[in-house]
Structures are given as C-alpha cells and as structure tokens.
C-alpha cells in the first residue's frame, strides 16, 4: 500500500502526540478532523500494519510501527533541510516556514532532499552569526511557548491522578541564559481511606536531578513552580533536535493527611506553540 498525503498526517499526528494520551480523540482534536473521518483512517493504517493499537486504562491508544518509523525518518529529514534552509538561512518566520512545509509534506523526493542536504553541508549558513542562529535552543527560539505535558505513574506509565493537579500546557520559557518550564497547580482534591473528600494546594515541589538527588523546585510566584530544561532527561530526533522531556517530581500538599506523591511528567517539545 502507497501512503497518501491524508494517511501520512495522521502517522504524523501520532508521532507527535506520544508522550501524551494518544487517543482518536487527541488525534482528532490534532488533525481539525470528526471522530467517523479518523476512525476509517486509523483502521486502514492498522490493517496495512502502520500502527497498533492497544488499550491503557480503558481507552484505546495508537502507536507506530517500524513500517511508520521508516516512513517518519524520510519526513523528518525532509522538513529539517526544509527549515534549515528557509527559516535557519534565509531568515523567513519559523511559524510561516512551518505552515508551507505542512503543504509539501512528504512531496519532496529522495534526491531532491539529499541535494538539500549536500549544500547545507556544503556551507551555506556556515558564515552566519546573526541572532536568528545564536538565539536557538534545539531549533527553539527565544520566547515563551506553551507545552504539553502529562504527569504519569512512575512504575506503569499510565495516567496520574497528579495530572489534575496542574492547570495544562505549561509553559517554556527560552532566553539566552537558559530555559526554563514553569508548571502552574490547582487546587487538589482527595479522597481518604475513610471516604473523607479532603482539599488543598501545592506546598512544595522537588524534581530529581540526573544524580537522582531531590531538588525543591522554586515558587515563582503563588502556585508557579519552575523546572530549568537543564535538570530534564531530554529525548533528541535523528537531527539532534528535542523531542521529549522527562522529569521525576515529588510533591506535598497544604493538608497533612494528604500523602507525598512521586510521578514522572513528559513534556512534549515537538507540540510547543508560541505565546
């Protein structure tokens, strides 16, 4: 089977939302399509061995297959010789590059990107040291972005009820100096082991450090509590770009009777929309 252009935005949409629940909701919430138009898309690459499907916690998930990975290595290669050239050299929007690229997607030929790449490698940005270059983290600019995240069960992965306990997406903040997530909490509500509806708010927050040390997370300002990207085990594409972020945090509550809670968050980079 020829994946068309329609089939490939979907295997897309899949790569991009792993981190998070990887739903034919979120999928269509993704693509701007109705739950009868993905349902056949889906089943078609699931009968043609694009992706599988599982269910977790009751609700059926999508992931690639290598027949995908394939598929998504080409694309990957595309758009990042694509963007090198237009926004990283010519200096055009990386938001307007990125619109025309989603036009082109999976159009180029093999020659023609291994063409792209031969002059990229051929030096064509190698003189360029204006701030369009210097100010990047991972192809990043400098500003302030929304993130995606999802806070998970550290032994299972699946859904924490922790999740609920932050007002989502996050936001990044990248700046020269360095780059940092800032998380806002929620009022958290709990149920005790006697059936008593309990409720608080966050009172401290630690994430753990490469040398799985605790660090207390600062309180910027009531209820924002601050991860520098640095303390993040961050996830690279095949072009050294950052994927995925993920951090262990543990929290306490105003209420005492409220236990500590230990979870991992996953930050989906990929999916980051500028403020």
Not at 96 to 105: N, S, V
Not at 256 to 273: G, Q
Request: charged share 30%; proline share 2%; net charge positive.
């Amino acid at each position: 089977m020829e994946i068309t252009k329609s089939q490939l935005s979907y295997i897309i949409a899949i790569k991009q939302l792993i981190g998070g629940e990887v739903s034919q909701k979120y999928i269509c919430e993704y693509l701007g399509v109705k739950k009868p138009t993905a349902s056949i898309a889906l089943r078609t690459l699931e009968d043609n061995g694009y992706i599988k499907k599982q269910e977790k916690a009751g609700i059926n998930e999508y992931s690639l297959t290598e027949k995908s990975y394939k598929i998504i290595d080409n694309t990957e290669k595309e758009k990042f010789e694509f963007m090198s050239l237009f926004n990283d050299y010519l200096g055009i929007d990386i938001g307007m590059c990125d619109e025309e690229y989603k036009r082109i997607c999976g159009n180029l030929s093999v020659e023609f990107v291994n063409k792209l790449s031969d002059i990229r490698k051929g030096g064509y940005s190698k003189n360029i040291r204006d701030s369009r270059v210097e100010n990047r983290f991972n192809g990043i600019a400098v500003g302030t972005y929304e993130i995606p995240f999802r806070v998970v069960s550290c032994d299972e992965d699946m859904p924490s009820m922790g999740d609920k306990g932050f007002v989502h997406p996050a936001i990044l903040v990248v700046e020269n100096e360095g780059q940092n997530i800032i998380l806002e909490s929620r009022q958290i509500y709990y149920k005790s082991k006697n059936d008593q509806m309990l409720k608080g708010k966050l009172s401290e927050l630690y994430y753990s450090d490469s040398n799985m040390k605790w660090i207390l997370s600062e309180e910027t300002e009531e209820n924002r509590w601050v991860i520098p990207v640095e303390k993040i085990m961050c996830q690279n594409d095949n072009f050294g770009r950052i994927s995925l972020g993920i951090v262990k945090i543990k929290v306490k509550a105003t209420t005492k009777k409220m236990p500590e809670s230990v979870a991992k968050i996953t930050f989906n980079f990929k999916m980051i929309k500028k403020i």
